[in-house]
T-cell receptor
């Protein structure tokens, strides 16, 4: 399977714990995006990377959230001191990032986080 | 404020029938508009993508229209199948920006 993959698919954690999610984009895709989706709503943009550089962060990304893409390939999203309001589906997407466009974003299956 | 509004919020139709989903947006400056299909518990999958100059685009039984003057789009599904049951999300890209502005989606249920 050469699509976007995310791990784990499901995570249940207690409030106050730290969690880390991983996203493996489609090979050679330059751009990688993180989104958060709550039940019955569309995804909301969190942040995006061009190669290893984090170029934009949403105001939704509080200081408890941190994302990295150290080698410009896979990315991790860490949430520290989780709160019940963090419960959501966390989606990752990647795109070729070619000049011009419009370019397609390919989404992974998501990581479902439940904070108890 | 950049927003995308979809209607109806949910829709139930019988298998074989047609339906049309609506999307209104206030995103500016506009770059392109996409329709995604999202099955429960899965990531969204792109159906169509249209730029400012495109009025209609088809993908099999899915046909999307775009009126950039009124800032409206529609997704028409012909001869619906049970597998069409999903959420359909309208997404608009801001020109020059990398993030997508998502609508809240229309939950479509096809009954046999």
């Amino acid at each position: 399977d050469t699509g976007v993959s995310q791990n784990p698919r499901h995570k249940i954690t207690k409030r106050g714990q730290n969690v880390t999610f991983r996203c493996d984009p489609i090979s050679e895709h330059n751009r990688l995006y993180w989104y958060r989706q709550t039940l019955g709503q569309g995804p909301e943009f969190l942040t995006y990377f061009q190669n290893e550089a984090q170029l934009e962060k949403s105001r939704l990304l509080s200081d408890r959230f941190s994302a990295e893409r150290p080698k410009g390939s896979f990315s991790t999203l860490e949430i520290q001191r989780t709160e019940q309001g963090d419960s959501a589906m966390y989606l990752c997407a990647s795109s070729p990032g070619l000049a011009g466009g419009p370019y397609e974003q390919y989404f992974g299956p998501g990581t479902r986080l439940t904070v108890t | 404020k950049n927003q995308v509004e979809q209607s109806p919020q949910s829709l139930i139709i019988l298998e074989g029938k047609n339906c049309t989903l609506q999307c209104n947006y206030t995103v500016s400056p506009f770059s392109n508009l996409r329709w995604y299909k999202q099955d429960t518990g899965r990531g969204p999958v792109s159906l169509t993508i249209m730029t400012f100059s495109e009025n209609t685009k088809s993908n099999g039984r899915y046909t999307a229209t775009l009126d950039a003057d009124t800032k409206q789009s529609s997704l028409h599904i012909t001869a619906s199948q049970l597998s069409d049951s999903a959420s359909y999300i309208c997404v608009v890209t801001i020109q020059g920006a990398q993030k997508l502005v998502f609508g809240q989606g229309t939950r479509l249920t096809i009954n046999p």
